[in-house]
């Protein structure tokens, strides 16, 4: 594959272009979904290797600390050890960027990284999620039947009537949702380690604050290596608004 193609986006030509039929996207609609992911909200970058070999400069990128910070986390997820890690500080201070080098660590690590922007004015559960994850539609088939069910119905991809992101009605209800949320990336995550990132979560909708708690729950009661690491950034209100609740977590401020 060319090396400046993302590692998200390869994974898309080689499961399009598989020899076995089943290994495919399941549908076109899948398809679909995965490359309107991809347009609008998940990272398109190069490899890390090839960026450097380009000359590229990124003054954020040269902060040792801040870039040690980052490979550790990433480090630490990939080999095993699920890792939340929040992003705090003001706007303008390079909180995006940072998100960015760990998309870049991700890949040069191996593994796949998906983005969600927050979109205040969509107005829709779980925007910034579904856009993360949409990315992840024409990997449906790798999951086993309840697994592909809760991801598809997640993303929209199913039945109306199945449609899981609609507000249900009871704690036990999404309780479900979010476990079978993470028991298919955990999956997902194990032919590659995934990165999941959310900017501006502070902004986003209250059903969104509480899948990004519920999953990082689920990473601190984890009993088996998973390869997953959840990535967030947040205004300074943002702590407050999430509550982060668990094991401490991995945290950084950007320098100005």
Do not use: W, Y
Not at 150 to 167: A, I, Q, Y
Request: charged fraction near 25%.
């Amino acid at each position: 594959m060319n090396a400046t193609i993302p590692e998200v986006l390869s994974d898309l030509i080689g499961a399009t272009l598989a020899p076995d039929p089943t290994a495919r996207p399941a549908s076109v609609r899948d398809l679909c979904a995965a490359l309107d992911g991809l347009s609008r909200g998940s990272i398109l970058v190069a490899s890390p290797r090839t960026q450097r070999n380009a000359g590229r400069s990124d003054t954020l990128l040269q902060r040792t600390h801040e870039h040690d910070t980052v490979r550790n986390v990433v480090t630490e997820a990939t080999s095993g050890n699920p890792t939340v890690f929040l992003l705090t500080g003001d706007t303008g201070l390079g909180k995006s960027r940072l998100l960015r080098s760990i998309a870049e660590e991700t890949q040069a690590a191996g593994g796949v990284a998906t983005l969600g922007h927050t979109r205040p004015e969509a107005a829709l559960a779980f925007q910034p999620f579904l856009d993360a994850l949409l990315p992840l539609a024409a990997r449906i088939p790798e999951l086993a039947g309840p697994q592909a069910r809760v991801l598809r119905s997640f993303l929209r991809l199913g039945d109306e009537r199945d449609d899981l992101s609609k507000p249900h009605g009871t704690a036990l209800d999404r309780r479900a949702i979010f476990i079978g949320l993470f028991g298919a990336l955990s999956t997902l995550a194990r032919t590659r380690p995934l990165t999941i990132l959310v900017d501006d979560l502070d902004e986003a909708d209250p059903d969104s604050i509480e899948l990004f708690e519920s999953l990082a729950r689920a990473i601190d009661t984890a009993d088996e290596p998973v390869k997953i690491l959840l990535a967030a950034a947040l205004g300074r209100a943002g702590p407050r608004r999430t509550k982060a609740a668990g094991r401490e977590r991995q945290h950084a401020q950007p320098d100005h």
